[in-house]
């Protein structure tokens, strides 16, 4: 997930002949770290002065017991519900990556889709 969301971002025809290599270690996880690791190398790709299209922004939610939340936590995640990972470019307005385990009903989607692009549109604006 983390590849092929990060090749929409980079301008990879600049560099027909060089490699990236992105290495993600996770010290401590707190419940899903798909999102915070798309953020981290995000920012970790713009320090490095690497050309990208949009920044791009990532946002997790969780459905639990009938509930939508947001950014859940380990106690939260170990409830084993299902988990959507949204990156969103907030300049362009593309939703680039929506990944999802495991299954979600279908009337739960349209709220959870909302609230992740929602909050990715917040945590830009940080």
């Known amino acids: 997930m983390l590849k092929q969301t990060l090749e929409s971002l980079l301008f ?3 560099f ?3 490699q990236i290599d992105i290495n993600v270690e996770v010290l401590q996880a707190d419940g899903p770290f798909r999102a915070q690791a798309v953020n ?8 490095a002065g690497l050309p990208i299209r949009d920044f791009l922004v990532a946002c997790g939610v969780g459905y639990i017991d009938g509930h939508t939340l947001m950014d859940i936590n380990g106690l939260e995640d170990s409830a084993r ?3 959507l990972c949204l990156a969103y470019m907030p300049n362009s307005e593309k939703l680039i990556t929506a990944h999802l385990e495991p299954k979600l009903p279908l009337e739960a989607l349209a709220p959870a889709m909302d609230l992740g692009l929602g909050g990715c549109k917040e945590l830009y604006k940080l």
Do not use: K, M, Y
């Open 12 to 14: 990879c025809n600049l």
């Open 16 to 18: 027909p002949r060089a």
């Open 40 to 47: 981290a190398v995000t920012l970790a790709l713009i320090d």
């Open 81 to 83: 519900g299902p988990d």
